[in-house]
């Protein structure tokens, strides 16, 4: 358990962390988008050696987190091996958009994808998996183990013919270490 205050399960940090350990041994640069204070970032450097970094206009991040104080934009992607959107906002559509060229874990919150009709977690769950697979990129669903509502995410892999990125066990060779 954690000494900081969050706002929800503070045992989600700790989850997607394995997580991504564990799906991505080979990655080296992690984007922790929308990340806020950044625990998972944190977690990500120091617990399992990768090099986390916040991307997030706020601007404030527990002291020793790497950040960019700036939105995020899905051309970023090409720098980083992951993309990581825990509950990422109206950051939600770049997130999205990152899992053409990078693998991407995304958690959504809120239904920042679709404003003209309201969409509940299945629903936005669907919509963005449907959308993935439109695009040529691959979709796997996940429930990750805290508390919910708000556990259930995908992880996205870009089209065959996509950008870099890690290769990941069982996934075939659509991405590679860049």
């Not at 970032?41 to 706020?58: N, Q």
């Not at 994808?113 to 669903?141: K, N, T, Y």
Request: proline letters at 8%; a negative charge.
């Amino acid at each position: 358990m954690t000494r900081h205050r969050f706002h929800g399960d503070p045992a989600r940090f700790d989850v997607l962390a394995a997580f991504v350990a564990d799906h991505f041994p080979q990655a080296r640069y992690i984007a922790d988008v929308a990340g806020g204070q950044g625990m998972l970032a944190r977690l990500l450097t120091k617990k399992y050696g990768f090099s986390g970094e916040v991307i997030d206009p706020r601007g404030w991040t527990l002291t020793g987190v790497a950040h960019r104080p700036s939105e995020y934009a899905a051309e970023m992607a090409d720098y980083y091996d992951v993309v990581v959107g825990l509950h990422p906002d109206a950051a939600l559509g770049e997130v999205v958009a990152s899992g053409m060229t990078r693998p991407t874990v995304v958690v959504p919150c809120c239904n920042f994808w679709d404003r003209a009709q309201p969409l509940g977690r299945a629903e936005l769950l669907a919509a963005i998996g449907a959308h993935q697979v439109a695009r040529g990129g691959g979709v796997e669903a996940v429930e990750f183990a805290f508390a919910g509502p708000k556990n259930l995410g995908l992880v996205l892999t870009p089209p065959p013919t996509g950008g870099g990125g890690v290769e990941t066990p069982g996934r075939g060779p659509e991405t590679t270490l860049a």
